[in-house]
Every structure is written in C-alpha cells, then in structure tokens.
C-alpha cells in the first residue's frame, strides 16, 4: 500500500474513556450468601463489610493479586436484538464461585441484573448457548430457544429465556464446553490413564455432543480429507486425546481445533450427521482385530452414557476417571478396580447402571473383562462367570443400543505443515472479523510468537462450503474483533494500539488519558482525569455527542466509586516511575472495547465509527460498490483517518469534510474551488491539506456570502414566503471561477482520477434514490454541488440540465470553464452507461402514467433499494405488467454492475429480486387484481405503511390508489402485515392472533364483569362466575335468562325446604316430614352438576399457581320462617348409603368441564389439585375425566397415571380410563390400549391371571375402548366386543350383577369402532356382524362361543339360569345401538327394516316398550335423508295398528284381544323415539320446523302428565309418561343447543320445580341436561352432527336414565358426560379493534345449494351462531357501519375454524362518521344520514369540533382544532381555513386519512408557483405525477372492477380542477411576459442574467418539455404545419398541451396564429 497518499503519521482518537468494572461483581457484593464466602477469597479484607457493620467499601483492583482474580470470569456480547424498538443493549455474564450473574446495560440506562444464578458447587464455566426445538411439521421454521448453560463438575444446568431450566447430568469431566449453532459441544477432560494398556485399545471419544438439554450425549464423528493425518476421507469418532478445541462459531458453523502433537491448527466445518454416515459408522466391520469394531464402541457409549441417571451421577461409571485422579482411591491389585471408590457406598444398589464392562473407561477388546471391576454386584458376577466372556455375549445385553451420533466436523483447512512446526504455539485467542470491503477472515493469536495469523475465507456458490484462501501475519501481543466498525484493535508488542480492517493497516489509535509517554504527565497529577487537558480533548466531547443515541455501554456511568478511583489512581502514580501501560484487551463490543493496563486496572474504550451521517455512509457504499476491492478500501482508510483525526469535525461539518477529502482524491485541489474552498471556512485544516493559517477576516467576503446562499439553511429558508429575497440570491453567480486565478487542471495521477466517471454516475443514481425519500431529500440537496462540479468537468450538459431544473435557485450559470483538459479526459475510463439517456426518477414514474414505452432504469442493489422498489410498483400496477416483479424484472431495472460485483453474481443474473427484510409473505400473489398484488409484493419486500409516509406524495399516489382499493375488499387470508399496509387494524389483529401461540386468553372477553344480580359472597361458590358478561349481554340483551339459568344450576347454597306444620302433626313427625322433604328436593340437587357441566363449558382458563375452584355440593336445607338448619345427618330418616358418590364426581367433571381448550394445563398442576381429604376422592375423579374431555389429560406424565390407577379407587379408575381414551379419541393409540386391557378380562390373554376388577371401571374400560378405536374398524375389538354384548354370566357369581350395563357398553363401543362404516366392514364378514347383532336384539339360540375366551363361559352360571338362549332383556339396547352406529347415516334399507315396530299385538307383546324406543331411533338415524322435521313424519314411524287402536279408544270400540296399555306405552315411546331421530339429525341448527314440530310434542306429553284426569295419565303410567316427556325434551334443547330459547327454558323450569310423584333423580338429571344443552358453553358452543358427535350423543343420552344416585345398572352414569364430545364452538362474535370490546354487526351469510334448499344468503346481527360450517360458502360482513370483510369458505375451513376455537372473535373496524348499532340501533344519529345528498351544502357548514364523532384518530382530531378553526388572528386567512375544513372533511367522510397530507401539499405547491418563489421543482414534480395519474382516469381496471373508479378514489373532490387551472395560469401568466426567456431556452442561447430562470425551469418541468440539447436535435426546417411539428415532438414524448405552448414560439407565425389556450 505505498501509495502517495499513505501518511505515515495517520492517528485517530478514541473516545469515551471509562473505568471498567464488571458489573456482575458489585452485584456479588450484596450476594446474601453467607457474608459471601467466596467473595473473601475474591476481594482483601478492607472491602468487606467490617465488623462494626459499617460498608467498609475502600481500595480498588489493585490489591486484587492475581491468582486470586483468576477464580472470577466474565464475558461480554451484543445482546441479541429480538423487537426492533429495542435500543442497542450490552450484556455480561461473570462467575465467581458459585453465582453466575446475567446483567444488562445500554448506553441510557444503568447496568441491571437480568438473571443471577446460584449452584451447589462451583461453576467451572458460563456461556451462552441456542438452542433449537424442531417444531412440528404445520410451521416449518424451528424455534430457537436463548439460553444460559453453567457447567458444575457433574452436571450443566440450562436455563432458557422463556423460563425453562434443564440439569443435564454429565457422564464424565468435562474441560470446556462450546457453544454451536446445533446445541453445545462437551470437550471431555483428558486423563493420564487414558494412555493405552495394551497395543489394540481403541480410545474413547472425546468430543461430545448435545442438541438439547433434554437429548443425549452423543460423541461427535470426524471425517477427514486428504492425506494428511489420516488415509483419504476417513470417517471415525474424534478420539484424538491431542486434539483441543480453541474456537466455535455459530456463523458460519465451525469449529478450530489444536493438535498438540503435531502443533498445528485446523479448521473444521459442524454440520449434522447424514443418516449414510451414521449407518457408516454402525455397520463398520472389524478389519484387523477388535481395535475397529465401531460397532461396539458405540453400543459401550450407549450403555455408558444411557445409564447415567440424576441419582448415580457422582458415582458414575465415566466419573471414575477423575476418581483416582484425586487419588482417593485406595491402592488395588489393578488400576481400574473402583469399586471402592468413597463416592458410592454401595454400589449393589446401583448395580444396573454399572454392569462391570461398562465401567472400564475403554470401548473394546474382550481382554478389559478380565481385569474389570471387582464389583459386589451379583449381576457382575454372572456376566463374568467365564473370564474369557467376549464382547460378542457382552453385546447382546438390552440396554446396549449405540448412541447415534449427531454432529460431523469435516476438515475444511489445516496449518501448512513447515510453517510454524515448534512447540507451544497453540493460539491463545480466536476470532473472525469481516473488513470494511465484506471480505470475512478467520484470526487466530499465537502469542508465543507475538504474531496474529488471519486466514481469508470466502463462500463458494455451488456447495455453502467455505473457501479458505490465504494466510497474512500480523505482529501482535493482542487483539479482538470490533464487529460494529469492520475492524479489528491490535496491541502491538511496544505497546502501542493500532487499527486494522481486516489486513489493511488503518491507524495508530490515540487514547486521550492514558498518559503514554509524554514527559510532562506528572504535571497534571494533582487534577481529576475529567479535567486533564490533552490535546484531543475535543474528540472526546465530540465522540460522546455523537455517538450518544444508539452506542450503549456496558458499565453504568453512575457509579459511586469512578471519580475516587480515578483520581487516586493519579495519584499512585506519582509514586511509580513509568505510566501504566496496556498489557491486553478483553470484552469487545460492537465498537467499544476493554484495555487491561499493567496496574491491572481496566479501562474501556470507544472506537469512533466510519461514518455517522447517513448521507456519507451511503455514498462510501456506492463507492465501495463500484471501485475495485483494493481501490475501494484504500479510499475508506483515507476517510476514516482524516474523519477521525485527533482533534476531527463534529456533527454538520461531516459532509463537508467528506467533499473535501473525495475531490482531492479524485485530484482536485480544493483551495481553487469556490464552492469547496467555502467549506473549510469552519472545519479544521484536516491532514488532506497542507497546513497554512487561517485567512484573515476581511477576504473573501463574497464567497463567504455566496457559502450562505448555498448553504442548507438558505435553501430552506427561501421555501419561506416572508423571507426569500429573490432579487439578492441573483446577482451572485455561485461558482464565478475568476478569482481563484488561474484554472489549474486535475491531479492525474490521484488515486480516483480514472474513475471519475463512473463515481459521478453511482452518486446520481444516489441521488434520484434520495429524491424518493422525503427524509433524506436533505442529502440530495448537499449531494447537488458535488454532482454538478463533477458534471461540467466530465461536460455532461444534460445532467447539469436535469440538476438546474431541480433545484433553479441553486445553480445558476451554465457556462463555466472546466477544468479537465481533453488529454486528461483520454486516461480516465468512460463506461458505457454514462452514454445513455440521463435517468431521471420522476420523469421515468411521469411516462409510466403518460403510458409511454419505457427503459429500462438503473439502479445500485443494496444501496438503491427504494428506486427499484417504486420503479417495480409503477410497472406491475401503471403499466399492468402482472409480471413485473417475479419474471419481467430486467425490463424495467438494469442492475448496474461493478467491481464489487463477483463473477458469480453476474452469472446469477437480475433473475431474482434481493429482497431485503423478508416477512411471511410469499412473492407470488394469488392472480387477483394488480392492487392485491402489488399490495402483496411490496409487504414481502419489506414496504411498510411508515415507509409510505416518506414517499414523496405524487409519487405515491397510485400506490395509495391500491391500498384503498384492497381496503375496501380485503383476502381474509392475507398476512398481518398486508392487513396493516392497508390500514385494516381488524384483519391484522386478526392474522396476529392466529399466528399467536394456542391458548392466550382473549383480550375483549376475559375480563369478568359483575352480574349485577346476586352479592359477592354467593358469587364464588356456584362454580358460573366465568362466562362472559359482555357476550352473553349482546347475545340475549332483552332479559335475565343467564341469570335464571344460573339460579336453577347452582348447587352450592342450601335449598328451601317449605313444609306447612298441620297442628295434628306432632314435633318429630314435622321433623320427619320436613327431611323426607329435603331429600326429595336432594334427589334434584344432585343431579344438577351435569347440566352445570354443560353450561359452563370451556368457559376458564386457570392460573397455574391455583387450584381450580370447584363448588361445594350442598345438601342442606333452611325451613323458614325461622331459617332453620334442616340436615340428612341427623338419623331420623334412613338416607341411603354412598347416595352422594356419584354426584360428588359428576360435580367434579362439572368443574373441571369449565377448563377451556387452549388452557395452559401441565402435569404438575392436575398433580397439584389432588385433594387431601379422602372424602373428595370422587370429585377429584370426576376433574380427571373432565380433563380428558377436554384434551388436557394427554399431558399428564404416565407416572402419574400408573400411581392413581394402583390405588385401586373405584370412581378415579373409571374417570381416568374414559378421559385418557376420550383425549386420544380415534388414534388407536397402544400405550392407552394396553392401559385399558388390564381391566377387560376379555382382552387379556386366556391364561392370565384374573384381575378383581370392579364392575363399573370394566363398563368404563369397555367404552374407552371404543373411544380409542372410534371408527377404525379395528376386527380384533370388534371381535370381541361383538362377544361381549352376549357374555354369558359365570359360575361364582361373577358378571351377574348389572349385566345390562356391561352389555350396552359393548354394544356402544362395537358402534363406535365400526363407526359408519355400513356393510364395507373390511375383513369383517367371517364376524356376520350385522346378523349376530339382530340375533341379540330380538333373541335365539346361544350360540358357541368362537375365540381365545371360549374357556371362560364353559361352566353356566349357578345363580342365573337362562338356558342357551339369549336373554334379550340384557342383550337387547347395545345390539340396537350397534347397529344404528355401524350404519349410521348410510340409508340402508335393508338394515332399517330390521329395526320397524312390530305391527301385529302378538309380537307387540314381546317387546319391551322401552326397546320401541330404541329401535325407532336406531332406524330413524340409519335412514338419515329420511327424516323430515314435521308432525306427519314423526307419526308415520308408528305401526297401522297403533293409530288405529288408539283413535278407537276414544269410541270404547276396543276389542278385547288388545292390551290397551301395551299400545299406549309403544305408541308413546315410538313417539319419543323419532322426536329423539330429529333432534340428533338438527342438532346444533336451531331449525324452526325441527323446534315447533318437537316443542308441540313436549307440550303433548307435558298436558297428559298433568292432567288431572286419571284416565289418560294411568294407562301408560306416569313413569313411561315421564320418560317419553325426557326424551323430548332432550330432544328438542338438542335442536336449539347454545341458543337459550326462551320457551325450552320455560318447560326446563317448570320441570325443575316438580319435585314430587315419579320424578327421581334421573329425570332430574335428564332435564338439567336438557336445560345445560340449551345453553351449551355459556350460549358460545351448539352440537355438531357428525358421526363422531352423534355416537357420542346416544351414549350420552341413552333413554334409560338412573332411578337413584347409586344406580348404574342399566347404564354408567359417568357416560352421560361424554356429550362434550359432540360440543363445538360456532358462535362468531363482532370485536370492536378500537375498544376491543365485543359488539353488533351484520354479517351475510350465504349457503350452499343442497339438494332441500337453492344456495341462499341471509342476513344475520352478529354475535349469532353459524351453522355447520359445511353448510357455509361464505360470509361477510356487511357494510355501511363496518369495513366489510370477506370469508370465503368455499377455500377451505381452516380460517374459520381457527377464528371460532379462539373464542370465535372476528375484529371489525368501525367506518367514519358511524356509530356502533348498540348507540345507534336505526343509524339516525350517524353523521352522514344527512349529508349523503346534498354533499356541498354540507361542506360549508361541516364544523371542525364534529370531527371526533368522525374519527378517533388524534392526528386529525388536532388538525381540526389548530387548523380549522378561524381564530381571532386568523382572520384574514378566512379562505385557507375554509379549505382546510373542505380538506378534512374530504379526508374523513370518505375514510381517506392518511389523504390529509397530500391534498396539503397540492395546495402548498400551487401556492408556491403562484408567488414565483420556487427554489426547488419538487413540489411541482409532485403535481405534475398527481395530474397525469388522474388524466390518465385512473388506472389497470379489469372489466370486473371498471365500476369502481380506480383513482377517483382518492381525490374525488373540485380540488384539482381548481389547482390544475391556477398552476396552468400562473405558469401561461409568466410566459406572457417571458416568452423570450423561453425562447432563448429552446434554442440553446445564453440565458440573461435577470430573467427568472427558477420559471423557467418550472415551466419545463411542469411541461415535460426535453432539454435544449435533445430539442436541437429536431429538425424544425420545413415543418411550417402544426400536425408536422406535433409528429416530430411526440417522438420526444411531449404532450401535447405543452405543444400547444411551444408552437408559436418555435413555428413561424404564418401557419394557423392562434392564440395560448387559456
């Protein structure tokens, strides 16, 4: 690099000196533990507290000694930037002792503790580590979990940020641990006695593996290449005891080992194991000897590390080798016996985990059994039994299965072997840092050598293999990486610092105070270091101001001790000789780093960035993009020198030391040129320019004036009405090159001489980005005089052109001499595309609106990326290309390529677009309209509505145009941030939720309000606090029914017991009376839970810290008048025994029910609710069975399970079977089956044991067995459940009691394996199902029992004697609804008519009525398609002669051979069967004609029981009465479930109040569950219909119901709840985004056509319940109040489904100027009712203080009241009030906010012209945009949208007419008058000095009127005819308005002399 312009001397200074200590050790100090014992040996005594309490805080670092402070470590990162908002953190990890201490800090905010640890022994290393948890395969990124692992000497404990701690114990010493992109990697700890025994021993491995704390150790395999070491590409564990790990990276993944043997270093690449390599590894034969028997090593490792289990790690097999290392072990016989060790007392109790051959710390060879533990373990013993046992027996043991392993290394370089062969150079510091040109190397330290050895690395394209290159060396004692700057810090061996990028020396690093060698230090000793006055005392100040905002520090400048120390550190040093010099540097961050000084004290420093204004960074980066690498990074060292010379600029003056340094560079002498010698009026002299004194004051006073002119401020100012002077800025022509003498030409031989040219071009495309981004518009304005210099030197006419007519007042003047002469111009290098067309942005954006045909534009990737992204959305949405941005790319963009540029990038070509901040969003939009796709690309690219905000509002325009039209008609499918482009809050809170983890409680409804009914103290017990008021107010909002519903539900407070005290009655007789009362009314207390269950179902979502709450089931009553105790206990009565078992476990369930779904539910707390008392056993029974109901139980440990299944509880057995089978439902899952096996004899093998199993948890086996296997067809079970329905009972008395039940719950589960699946049984037809079904249902012969149990059933039965038939009576139920299951919905006829009523008396008399009932069902349901909601059909199901005799009955025409009763009881259960047929097939949808024909029935049977008249109510019996009336009514809040009909509740309470006659507690619980179902979930869920919900419904609601609370005989009571299972959420509730709180809205909602209805929409008030959302194509929510939103489900589902699970919340937005319908029901108070005909009247009298009812938006709400309103001082400006008010009422009435700005602007833009004071074009620029977009009468409309008019949407208003016409006059005003200035323009003249040039440009612009030198171009000779000179000019693009203009100045005047157009 001996270049001219090297300076030898170049220094730069750092900034921010500090003190530098740890933070974690202050923090230690406080440590409560045990007066800090370890901190005694950390800190000497004058620091602890001393003995009389006082904090005796005094001393400093240095009296810490040095093999002391070894025993504490820190290190310090970047903290890890997860929110963008976050600021810029540092964090340190230190250890010492046994605390690791995690601490944050930024540069605003003081150091804090994030996490400190402590751990029982101590830490022998800290780090950081990420790991990865592979996610299921729906969301394929994989999760990445921070965490901090701390290594004891037995296990590592990981704790992870999101709150998760793993120990994960070690199976032996670990050295070090290294953090990788795949998890940690464990270097095991190398022992002596590892040296080989004997020549075969293979060694183990010693680099390890673990990807997750919960995985396991696996060793890691190396493959090598070449022949180095080892043969070609071999692979094997790594098992080199020389090989150490020095360094690990995580990007890219490698790791850099040291082989101490060999003394070199090499570099390895991780990456995970391919299966080939691992199948490599285990199939490896053995080739020479058992020394290469891979197999076996890894099956030893298996075992070895398998074993290690928390209890034995001290003592484990892998640990001894550190045992005799510490020589405790006694001296034995063989070096490998440790039996003895101390550490296991006993090793026979650990004896699995240490079977001997695992216990020698070697793998292999047969000859280490002999010489193995002398262990006492009898095991042991066994296997040794034969001394010579080989390895093959050993082999075989089970639990030797080889680990896997995980990770690879494979070597990518290796040291070159001559280079550096001594000894000890390991490197002490490993590293990789990236230069300022982005070439990244791998530096690694050899501090023997004092030398630091950078390896170049580089990516290859084909493979992501890395590419190592070459080796540099570079002298140093020390040096670490500044990732923030590019750069690296190297402490040479003189102690001196200086800066490198990578190999490039940059500079000497000055650091202010510290006092190197200059002789006068000791004259400041007595001052504070703050005050010591150094020379670049000035960069410090300047380097804090600088950098303050984002560089963050990591110790807390607010320390109590700094300025103590400091200035006592001062003062030592008077007493030492020499000053403290740098000894090392630690801790680097970003750009800060810490020095260790000799006198051990540390100070951290700053190194000042390259550049802080953005403008400068992004021109070094066109710079650096375009030069060649090694020209380039010369040029940014030159910079960052003179940028940071000691003493350096500050702020402002950046740019203009950035100009000075680049032209002289490029070779010119800055003093000659005006402008720039203007610059250096303020910024020190920097080293560029040869010292010279400061001018005096009265010199150059016009440049001085002619600088302020150009200066920003200026420039601003002049956009200010009252103070731009126009006649000054005039006469002064800025760049008058007179009096700098005498033009000197450029330097050529100046380092950027050559390419001048192609810089110029790079920094105008940075220029045309800037233009695009109002923010940076500044920089465009500075960039201005460099660009146009540089023009007129490379004679660019038509860029100087292009600069004039951007900024008029800044340039003034043309001719100007220039100062490169033709020779010099030869040697500099023209590319190619300085020929081209000048590109200029907004004239390229104004021919895409023209519609003209367009080029190609240039861009620079990654520095230009705004222009490409706008010139991409002007041609897929202006010019229509739908392709434009996936495959058209390259027709609209030219990718400028350069020196940075590699080969391999030109070969990839422009095919793909680099996108940048990639978000969810796929590229490639759906083929919608162009506004959804570029709506759609530009979210992908990264283009957010901020990002909006700063384009130039022309320009953004027709992007806006878009967003208002994908506003109006959104994708329910689109991304969260495509939802917030286009402003729709709802849809993005919408996609935000879905993409949220399962399970965050809602916002809007979780907050419960009071119901304002029943007092606090009531409040907690009833177990219905939970459901949400406000849902619940929308839904039923006219009455209290909730309310009422709660009242009946609640069991928790005593009853009423009201008995009349008759005087004849004596006192304990009333007592009497009055408890036989209360236990009628105790029969309905207990049998509320069920309905309760229901009513409150998913409605909680517990705290983990609490025990559900479950309310008390009380069984009192209070008799008034006088509230007296009325209690069962008191042995007056006989209470039956075990009456409360039951409903105690149903009122468990009932709690348990209210767990929603997406609960947060983990093992430990379903543990933790375990209740003490054994009383609440059942309850607690009843919570597990509700959990499995609800899916939770599935995370329940399967410990846990076995231990509650041993105790042997009845009632938890049976819960526990049914809810794990009811939360694997249908996965055949195996662990569950062989759960279940145990208790059914039938499923266990014929020769097991017999297990006295309890009747009920077999009935509750049996069933989960169909669960599990629901609708698998699974022949096994269906085999023996087919046997099971007819189990015959055995001798002894076994199955002889409630066989009924058992025989149904067969039956149930035979349906639900076969679920549907009709006559296609497959496999099944040897069974005949179907026939031996029909046999159990209407009787026959037994026949022989088939299968293993035929055994068992040998022997009859010697109580029960039934013969060999069937006893159908038992048989009967399970079979009917077996067969209504298998053929459930399949029609099949055949089937069906099997299950008819019998229509003769004789056969009637045979039957059970209760089993008419059944069958009517049974075939009802089989014929689904069948059913039809009315009375006719209902009654065609009862047999001819039923009607007949009944209708006779009234006319007493009754034969005799009739049994009356008989045909009353079928008629009625016939009846009741159907109704039950209708209520399942419109279950869930609220049919109207389902509920009038049903509720019409109940009310039949409602009148016959309560009618007084015997006659009627006899016959059948009150009982069948009763039953058919539950059934009915089951039936019909079945049909209207969650909806809360009014009436079904009526019939439900009166039912509730009868209490007396037949009514026992089964009719009770069947009528509460008729009431729960009604308001299923709170009024949020409704049944469903499919298979699975209808077979869980008929086990539910089998039609038998229990005659008391102890009865299951004919059915299990525990069954009734599965009719959860047939619960789903349908209910779509309306959220307000604004309030988040729940509210109306009308939804459409359309169906599908089916083969009873045509496809209908109907109109719907949201909160309401959807239908089967099969039935649904789509719905939408309807306008005018709401934006409206679409849900198509005619795509699928999945959208919906995910809506309603969450609650089913469906965020809208209100629209403008609306009110919620709950504030406004008809719309009369909206704003707009009156204004939508007459909408100009309307404008005038808008009143601004209106606006909030319009928009809650803040920005507009003050806009209105600072604008809008005509104050006193106002007064004058009454008309731009006027407007403003017009403008914001535009903006808000038609939902055009983010309008407000643009319309402003047009307004100020006029105005400017009008005034003729315009110093810049680009508000006109952006007129001109916004007028042709609307010429153009909007834009791409497919015929389908050409009704809505594409721009006029956004500015509807008679604004732009008006505007368009006073910019037209004011611009045809001013050519009146200057139609010479014009003239001389077009043809090329010299233009006077006082014409108003800045017209002139704005009339060529706002004209699009080409540049003087294209227009000369045109022959206008001869063209004498208007429609000649038109052709001729349309080639240039003219439009013809501006032809119209030009004409008579260009055409003689004979042609056609008209007039201007006015």
Known sequence: MSNVYEERSTMIAAGELQSFVPFGREHCKNHPNAVNLQLRQLQPASELWSSDGAAGLVGSLQEVSLQEREKEYWQLRKGPTVATDEAEYEEELYVAGHMVIWSRGTKSQASYVYKAFTVDSPVQQALWCNFTVPQSHKDKKEKVEQSVCIVQSTCVNVHTVSGKDFISPLPFQVSTLWPTTFGLLFERKNIISDAPMSPTREPLPTLFSMLHPLDEIAPVVCKTTGAGLFETGRLQYVSDSALRVLFSCEEPSIIMTYDT???????????????????????????????????????????????????????????????????????????????????????AALSRAHSPGIAAPSFTGAQRFNMSCHSPSPRAHSLLASPNSTLNDTALLPEMEPILPDLCIEQLWSESAAAYREKSCQASKVFITSDLCESRYLCFLVESHQQLRCVKFLESNETSQLIFTSVTSIPAKDAVPLEGIDALLVLESNGSLVLYTGITRVSKVF??????????????????????????????????????????????????????????????STFQPAAPHIQALRDPVSNRVTMELSNSSMLRITIPEVATSELVKRCLQAIRFILPKDMAMKVLVKWYNIYNAPGGPSMHQEWNLFVTCFMTLMGYNTERLAWTRNLHIEVPLSPVIAPKKARPADTGSDEDWAYLCASDYHCQVLAQPAVGVPGLQEAVPIASMEEGGPVVGLEPSALLFPHIPALFYVLHLLYEDLKLDELQRGGARSLIGLLQQLARDLQLEEYIDLYWRDYPSFIKTFKEACVIDQAQLEQVSWPMYLNGEVPCVFSWLSSCLRGQEVPPFPYLPGICERTKLLVLSYALYVVGDENAVSTNVSKYLTRLTAGELSTADKKKGFGEPALRRQSSVKPCAPSGCLAEKLVVWLTSAGFLSNDLESVPFGVALPIRDAITQCREHPCSDWSEEVCALIGREDLTKQAHKVSLAKGKPMVGLNIPLEPPVTSEADEEEDGMVDLHPEVTGLIWNQDLRVQEVRRLLQSSRPVRVNVPHLPEVSDHEYIEEKENKLLQLCQRTMALPVGRGLFTLFSYHPVPTEPLPVPKLNLTGRAPPR?????????????????????????GVAAGLKIAPASQVESAWIAYNKPKSAELANEYAGFLM??????????????????????????????????????????????????????????????STELDVPHSVQVAAVVAIGLVYQGTGHRHNAEVLLAEIGRPPGPEMEYCTDRESYSLAAGLALGMVCLGHGSNLIGMTDLNVPEQLYQYMVGGHRRSHAGMNREKHKSPSYQIKEGDTINVDVTCPGATLALAMIYLKTNNRSIADWLKAPDTMFLLDFIKPEFLLLRTLARCIIMWDEILPNQEWLTSNVPQIIKDSIGLQEEALVSEDLNMETLIQAHDYIIAGACMAVGFRFAGSANSDAFECLYKFARNFMQSLTTTTSSTATVPGQYNLQTCLSMVLLATSMVMAGSGDLKVLQLC?????????????????????????????????????????IAALLCALYPHFPAHSTDNRYHLQALRHLCVLAAEPRLLVPVDVDTLKPCYALLDVTYKATQWYEETTVELMAPTMLSELHLLKQIKVKGPRYWELNIDLSKGTQHLKSILSRDGILYVKLRAGHLP????????????????????????????????????????????????????????????????????????????????????????????????????????????????????????????????????????????????SSADRALDCWLRDNSHVLQAYVSGQPLSEDANISMLACFLVYHSIPSSKRMATIDLEGSSSFPMFLLKFSQLGVPVRALLRLRPLLLPTGGCAAELPR
């Open 1717 to 1860: 319908y709950k504030d406004d029901p008809r719309g009369w108070k909206s704003l707009l009712a009156p204004s939508v005909n007459n909408r100009n009247p309307e404008v005038r009298t808008f009143k601004p203080e209106a606006i909030s009812t319009f928009t809650s938006d803040a920005a507009l709400v003050s806009f209105a009241e600072y604008f809008c309103k005509a104050s006193e001082n106002m007064k004058h400006k009454q008309e731009t009030v006027a407007l403003f008010s017009a403008i914001l009422y535009e903006c808000v009435t038609q939902e055009n906010p983010e309008m407000l700005p643009t319309h402003i602007s047009i307004d100020q833009a006029v105005k400017a012209l009008e005034r003729a004071d315009v110093s810049e074009t680009f508000g006109l620029w952006q007129m001109k945009l916004v007028l042709e977009l609307c010429e153009r009468g909007g834009l791409q409309q497919k015929p389908q949208e050409a009704c809505r008019h594409g721009c006029g949407q956004l500015l509807r208003s008679e604004l732009l007419p008006v505007m368009k």
């Open 1123 to 1147: 509230n007296t105790m009325v209690d069962l206990n008191s042995g007056n009565i006989d209470v039956p025994p075990n009456m409360t078992s039951w409903p105690s476990f149903h009122n």
């Open 511 to 572: 650091v202010p105070g510290l006092l190197l060698n200059l002789p006068n230090h000791l004259t400041h000793l007595n001052t504070p270091l703050e005050n010591v006055s150094t020379p670049a005392k000035a960069t410090v100040q300047h380097m804090s101001r600088l950098e303050e905002p984002d560089m963050p520090s990591p110790v807390s400048e607010v320390r109590s001790s700094v300025q103590h120390n400091e200035s006592s550190w001062l003062e030592d």
């Open 1186 to 1247: 509700a959990l499995g109901l609800n899916g939770h139980l599935t995370k329940l440990a399967t410990l846990n399970i076995h231990d509650y299944l041993t105790k042997g509880h009845e009632m938890t057995s049976i819960g526990l079977l049914l809810g794990v089978s009811a939360a694997k439902l249908g996965t055949m899952d195996m662990s569950i089956t062989r759960l279940l096996s145990i208790h059914i004899p039938a499923l266990l093998p014929p020769t």
């Open 261 to 347: 043997l060999q003394c070199s270093h090499t570099v390895w690449a991780l990456r995970k194991v391919t299966p080939e390599e691992q199948s490599t590894l285990l199939k490896w034969p053995g080739q020479d000897g058992p020394a290469q028997t891979p197999t076996a090593a890894a099956t030893f490792l298996g075992a070895h590390l398998r074993n290690v289990t928390r209890l034995d790690s001290p003592g484990s097999p892998l640990h001894c080798h550190a045992l005799h290392n510490q020589s405790r072990v006694p001296s034995s016989p063989s070096l490998h016996s440790r039996a003895h060790s101390p550490n296991i007392s006993n090793m």
């Open 1549 to 1589: 309470r009166f039912l509730h109040k009868r209490t007396f006659g037949e009514m026992n507690y089964g009719f009770h619980m069947a009528h509460h569950m008729a009431l729960g179902l009604l308001f299923l979930g709170g009024g949020r869920y409704t049944l469903s219909t499919s298979n699975s919900a």
